[in-house]
């Protein structure tokens, strides 16, 4: 389908569409686009970590200077809260809230209230009783591997290999040599006997996989 066939609607039932234009769109476009008012406050422990999304670092712009930023900014760190606002992205309109990180300020998208599905359909047949016996071995093993956060504990093992491998290709990777005389340069080269990289990136890749299946 070519893009000068496709257009923006609403269903209204089988085959029957609402088509609405740009103009359209433009005409009932929010305030939110861009502007960001902080609508209320809410304690930072209050938000439950499955509504947020996206995160995005906020920075002060023309309208809002660097001394009004960090006012805010400080306010919301002494009363341990977030501001909550809204604004449009890809033209829909999304809650957010504003957390004070550092020497800045973090956006969180959040998820739509119909986005999250309410835990009990998923956990109600499970057993609540436990073995205390099985939870206090537990517990012991959590302590011992109890480690402080760090992003390391996120990186990526595939990357860091192929990066590893790539840069000890490089090093390894002898110049070319000049040629001897001018009488060798009609001479038809002979083929190379350098490692295609590509090859040697699929086989280390296929590797590091096979090796963590076995693990």
Excluded: C, H
């Excluded at 999304?94 to 956006?107: C, K, S, Y």
């Excluded at 998208?109 to 436990?130: N, Q």
């Excluded at 537990?138 to 491998?165: A, G, N, T, Y």
Aim: charged share 40%; hydrophobic share 35%.
């Amino acid at each position: 389908m070519k893009d000068e066939d496709e257009a923006k609607g609403y269903e209204r039932g089988e085959n029957d569409y609402v088509i609405l234009t740009d103009e359209d769109l433009e005409a009932v476009e929010l305030e939110t686009v861009r502007t960001i008012d902080i609508e209320k406050f809410v304690r930072r422990d209050r938000i439950e970590w499955i509504y947020l999304d996206t995160p995005y670092y906020l920075t002060a712009n023309e309208k809002i200077g660097d001394e009004a930023f960090s006012v805010i900014r400080e306010a919301m760190k002494a009363q341990d809260v977030v501001g909550v606002s809204r604004l449009v992205l890809g033209r829909r309109e999304r809650a957010v809230i504003l957390e004070p990180r550092g020497q800045g300020i973090v956006v969180w998208t959040l998820r739509f209230g119909d986005e999250v599905r309410p835990e009990t359909e998923y956990f109600a047949d499970i057993d609540k009783k436990s073995d205390t016996n099985g939870v206090a071995a537990l517990e012991r093993v959590i302590k011992k591997r109890m480690k402080d956060w760090s992003p390391e504990m996120v990186s990526d093992p595939i990357q860091e290999s192929l990066l590893k491998l790539i840069a000890s290709k490089k090093k390894s990777k002898k110049p070319a040599r000049k040629t001897a005389s001018k009488s060798a340069k009609g001479k038809e080269e002979k083929p190379s006997n350098v490692v295609n990289i590509m090859d040697a990136l699929k086989k280390s890749v296929a590797k590091e996989l096979q090796s963590r299946r076995a693990g």
